[in-house]
T-cell receptor, first 114, second 110 residues
Framework: DTGVSQDPRHKITKRGQNVTFRCDPISEHNRLYWYRQTLGQGPEFLTYFQNEAQLEKSRLLSDRFSAERPKGSFSTLEIQRTEQGDSAMYLC????????????FGPGTRLTVT | QKEVEQNSGPLSVPEGAIASLNCTYS??????FFWYRQYSGKSPELIMS????GDKEDGRFTAQLNKASQYVSLLIRDSQPSDSATYLCAVKDGNNRLAFGKGNQVVVIP
């Protein structure tokens, strides 16, 4: 069990640029979640996948955000035309597909939009 | 009303004392409750999960759940400086989303 991994750990980009983040879940977990956390707040749910199917999307996820999990393993989160308000920690978590599936977080990707 | 509320400000406790954290939630149908620990600049780490009314103990941590009062708490016994962190209460909804409180900062004073 190597844990959830995320890449990159830090990203600095200029406003208007596109960025893409990757998440690799714990190998036997078939649910994968994306959250966003800003300073002083708890994480906010963005979206989640069961295998390759995207089952839930938050209203927070504007049209500039898109997430994929094409083969049911790793996932990518893309933000197009970044804005300064997108600056946050983007967290990925994974769990087993069971009612009590506990979610384990990766180290996060810290995005700074200048 | 926010889904998950953690209202207490920063909590300072002397080393060896008990730290007590509280959390209330709004969705009466919630069934799964979690406490995460988050060190500054790091990601949340799961430390406790609780699903039934009553107490659940794991080492120095005890989680307490009262579904009738929609209340979850976390006790940290024999607090250590390494327990200094922000503690996040999370509640899972019927769509597998976790709703988090803002967190409570705990400072253990040696």
């Amino acid at each position: 069990d190597t844990g959830v991994s995320q890449d990159p750990r830090h990203k600095i980009t200029k406003r208007g640029q596109n960025v893409t983040f990757r998440c690799d879940p714990i190998s036997e977990h078939n649910r994968l979640y994306w959250y966003r956390q800003t300073l002083g707040q708890g994480p906010e749910f963005l979206t989640y996948f069961q295998n390759e199917a995207q089952l839930e999307k938050s209203r927070l996820l504007s049209d500039r955000f898109s997430a994929e999990r094409p083969k049911g393993s790793f996932s990518t989160l893309e933000i197009q035309r970044t804005e300064q308000g997108d600056s946050a920690m983007y967290l990925c978590a994974s769990s087993r597909a069971e009612a009590r599936g506990e979610q384990y977080f990766g180290p996060g990707t810290r995005l700074t939009v200048t | 009303q926010k889904e998950v509320e953690q209202n207490s400000g920063p909590l300072s406790v002397p080393e060896g004392a008990i730290a007590s954290l509280n959390c209330t939630y709004s969705d009466r149908g919630s069934q799964s409750f979690f406490w995460y620990r988050q060190y500054s600049g790091k990601s949340p780490e799961l430390i406790m999960s609780i699903y039934s009314n009553g107490d659940k103990e794991d080492g120095r941590f005890t989680a307490q759940l009262n579904k009738a009062s929609q209340y979850v708490s976390l006790l940290i016994r024999d607090s250590q400086p390494s327990d200094s962190a922000t503690y996040l209460c999370a509640v899972k909804d019927g769509n597998n989303r976790l709703a988090f409180g803002k967190g409570n900062q705990v400072v253990v004073i040696p």
